[in-house]
């Protein structure tokens, strides 16, 4: 198609799913980088964000995604924890999300954590699609680094392939417990009605161009419509964090998930005690494919346009409140703003 990919807003796509299953793995995967080993004891405890641009995914999809086919000028990642003691972060999560990826381990199926994910993603009703993971660890595995499921599936044996489509089976009969029709992706038609479950592996990659095909084609076929919003709107967003940085004081890591802010822009922020009005002094960018929580260096950049995560520094954020919105002013009324953020 024709259209100017900067017209559309990037779809945000969390990544949801009980502890350990390979959500961090998954996004590294897709990332080309590990954040994984800079994690304490590996175990997930913020919200991350990671953007990743459309050239990169039709990159890591291979064949299966064509890059001239498609619009939206990428995916960002939202990764989550899924130890238990972080379901608000879990929730905030889903809620930012415009499709989500539901990672379970192809080996240990539901667990605690998958089904609390499972009714963030009902009561928010986002649409979302199932990764298998893990499928490297069914005993007498042959990998195929980073090839497509049915390449992979020739490649194994007859036992291994019957022992794989037994835990697949019976990870849709949970999903159809938990109240969701779904099947194997390549046997679904429409993904709406029906959840697609992909058979992935975030330590051989094999399936990992699959599962990227089929988010594209769901947020191309279902979410255009909503992402053909007033980018260049006032900006609106949440906090994930507030931090301590050197050289520019207390800042906010935010996902900005509509709109424009810009360098200078008047904003309002939710806090602990009194709702904060003040000025952009910077924003601050991480590297392409950079995922914020880890990220040490930032392009200072003038403007940000959603969905992106971004860091922000102004003065008066040391009350701020991680889970808050944030809201630039534009030519709106102050205190419209002020009152539309303690409404949240
Ligand atoms: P939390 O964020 O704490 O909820 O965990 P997580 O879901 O992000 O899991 P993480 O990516 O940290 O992976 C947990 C462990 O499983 C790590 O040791 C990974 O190396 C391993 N792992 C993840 N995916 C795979 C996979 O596909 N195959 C194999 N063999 N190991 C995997
Ligand atoms: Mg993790």
């Known amino acids: 198609t ?7 807003r990037t779809p945000i796509v969390a990544v949801l799913g009980h502890v350990d299953h390979g959500k961090t793995s998954l996004l590294d995967k897709i990332r080309g980088s590990a954040v994984i080993e800079g994690e304490a004891g590996a175990i997930t405890q913020h919200i991350g964000a990671t953007a990743v641009p459309l050239d990169v995914v039709s990159e890591v999809a291979g064949s299966l995604v064509d890059p001239t086919e498609f619009d939206l000028p990428g995916l960002l990642f939202i990764d989550t924890p899924g130890h238990h003691s972080f379901s608000t972060l879990r929730s905030r999560g889903g809620a930012l999300a415009d499709i989500a990826i539901l990672v379970v ?11 609390e994910a499972i009714r963030i993603l009902k009561d928010t009703g986002t649409p979302f699609v199932v990764a298998a993971n893990k499928i490297d660890t069914i005993p007498g595995w042959n990998p195929t680094e980073d090839a497509p499921v049915q390449q992979t599936y020739d490649n194994q044996s007859d036992r291994v392939r019957s022992q794989l489509d037994e835990a697949l089976y019976e990870l849709i009969g949970e999903l159809s417990g938990a109240g969701f029709s779904s099947d194997l992706y390549w046997r679904v038609q429409d993904f709406q009605s029906n959840i697609g ?24 076929r279902y979410m255009k419509s909503e992402m053909e919003v007033n980018i260049d709107g006032p900006g609106a ?25 810009r ?15 003040t000025e952009v002094r910077a924003l601050l960018k991480p590297r392409e494919l950079a995922e914020i929580r880890t990220e040490k260096r930032f392009d200072d950049v003038e403007s940000m346009q959603a969905a992106a995560g971004l ?29 539309e953020v303690e409404a949240e």
């Open 2 to 8: 024709t259209e100017d990919p900067g017209e559309l």
């Open 105 to 115: 381990d192809v080996n240990d199926g539901f667990q605690p954590q998958t089904e």
């Open 197 to 220: 479950v992909i058979p992935v592996s975030a330590e051989t990659g094999e399936g990992v161009p699959d599962l990227l095909t089929v988010l594209m084609g769901l947020a191309q």
């Open 237 to 261: 967003g949440t906090v994930l964090e507030v931090k301590d940085e050197r050289g520019f004081g207390t800042t906010l890591d935010v996902i900005l998930y509509d709109g424009t802010i």
């Open 263 to 277: 360098q200078g822009d008047q904003i309002v922020v939710g806090g602990t005690n009194e709702t904060i009005v």
């Open 311 to 339: 860091k922000i520094a102004a003065p008066d954020l040391d009350e701020a409140m991680a889970g808050a919105p944030v809201r630039v002013v534009g030519d709106r009324d102050v205190e419209a703003v002020v009152e």
